[in-house]
Antibody
């Protein structure tokens, strides 16, 4: 079965850090770009970051640039999102989603995980 | 940033109806437009990529059209399982923005 499973979410104070993980199974993880997308009831769906199949190309939304770091380990079929200096507005359900392409510059997201909830609050 | 505006925000329809959802971008995005379906408690599902390419397993009652700034998603004859929220998304330029969603009810 093809699936992505996110983990690492939780409640964290503003200014603190959190690391999300996304484990892939049943798909050719190493062949495709992969992204993080977040969703809130108020702001809807927001693309956060993407990484190409070989990690050569990495892109971020301006709202997280300089605070979040995306990385992948193809040997472990895993994607990560290191989130630093968290803000209350980072509160969201975070999805990882695999692209249909090797590169991450035209995100077309055809396999999604079920998400992990991040709550930033004091 | 490119803003994606969907209309309507919600739509009341019945099984068998033909439904059209529109998505307008604030600037041209060529054919870099995707459509997703999301049901409560589930992740979004890619229905159509690059305006009109139907994903594997998606019923042929779904279709997409448009170019430049204006795009449409059409469901030719609604089935019970189609009641969901639909989102458009531009994949043309960073930040890769989504529409606010159209809830079909």
């Amino acid at each position: 079965e093809v699936q992505l499973v996110e983990s690492g979410g939780g409640l964290v104070q503003p200014g603190k850090s959190l690391r999300l993980s996304c484990a892939a199974s049943g798909l050719n993880f190493e062949d495709y770009a992969i992204h993080w997308v977040r969703q809130t009831p108020g702001k809807g769906l927001e693309w956060v970051s993407g990484i190409s199949w070989n990690s050569d190309k990495i892109i971020y939304a301006d709202s997280v640039k300089g605070r979040f770091t995306i990385s992948r380990d193809n040997a472990k079929n895993s994607l990560y999102l290191e989130m630093n200096s968290l803000k209350t507005e980072d509160t969201a359900l975070y999805y990882c989603a695999q692209d249909i392409a090797e590169m991450c510059t035209t995100p077309t997201l055809h396999i999604w995980g079920q998400g992990t909830m991040v709550t930033v609050s004091s | 940033d490119i803003q994606m505006t969907q209309s309507p925000s919600s739509l009341s329809a019945s099984v068998g109806d033909r439904v059209t959802i529109t998505c307008r971008a604030t600037q041209t995005i060529s054919s870099f437009l995707n459509w997703y379906q999301q049901k409560p408690g589930q992740a979004p599902k890619l229905l159509i990529s690059f305006v009109s390419t139907l994903q594997s397993g998606v019923p042929s009652r779904f279709s997409g059209s448009g170019f430049g700034r204006d795009f449409t998603l059409t469901i030719s004859s609604l089935e019970v399982e189609d009641f969901a929220t639909y989102y458009c998304q531009q994949s043309y330029t960073n930040p890769y923005t989504f529409g606010q969603g159209t809830k079909l009810e």
